[in-house]
Each structure stands twice: as C-alpha cells, then as structure tokens.
C-alpha cells in the first residue's frame, strides 16, 4: 500500500467514525494484512480522530487480522 493510499483508508475511516458517532453505539470493523501496517494506521487514527474509539482484535487465525473500532 503506497502513502497515499494509506491517507486515504485513513480519511475514509475517521469519516466513517464521524458519521456512525452520532449514535450511541457503533461497530466498524477495519481489515489489514499486514500488522506492522496495522499498528502503525491504528496509532494514526488515535492520533487523527475527533471521535473516541476502543479496539477489540479478533484471533489472526479466525478473522484474518480484523479489528473492530467501536464506541
């Protein structure tokens, strides 16, 4: 995944976050295959994001390395 589309993803997500924070609970689940990659646009988020968020890993071996953000 180049820079510019690692922004990208990024932007999408916080717009997502800001659309689905309106409600009083909210499930988005973000996939990545790779997890240095993962760790990194994780850190990014919390860092970028207006919108408070917690994480729950799902098992690699069952869900591929999903993460769902959810408030």
């Known amino acids: 995944m180049t820079a ?3 922004d990208r ?3 999408s997500i916080i717009r997502v ?3 689905v ?4 609970f909210s499930l988005v689940l973000v996939r990545c295959n790779y997890a ?3 760790e990194e646009m994780l850190e990014r988020l919390r860092r970028d994001s207006p919108v408070a968020f917690q ?3 799902l098992a690699a071996d069952e869900w591929g390395g999903r993460v769902l953000l959810f408030r």
């Open 17 to 19: 976050m800001r659309f």
């Open 55 to 57: 994480v729950l890993r």
């Open 36 to 38: 240095r990659l993962r």
């Open 21 to 24: 924070s309106r409600r009083r």
């Open 4 to 6: 510019y589309q690692c």
């Open 9 to 11: 993803a990024l932007q």
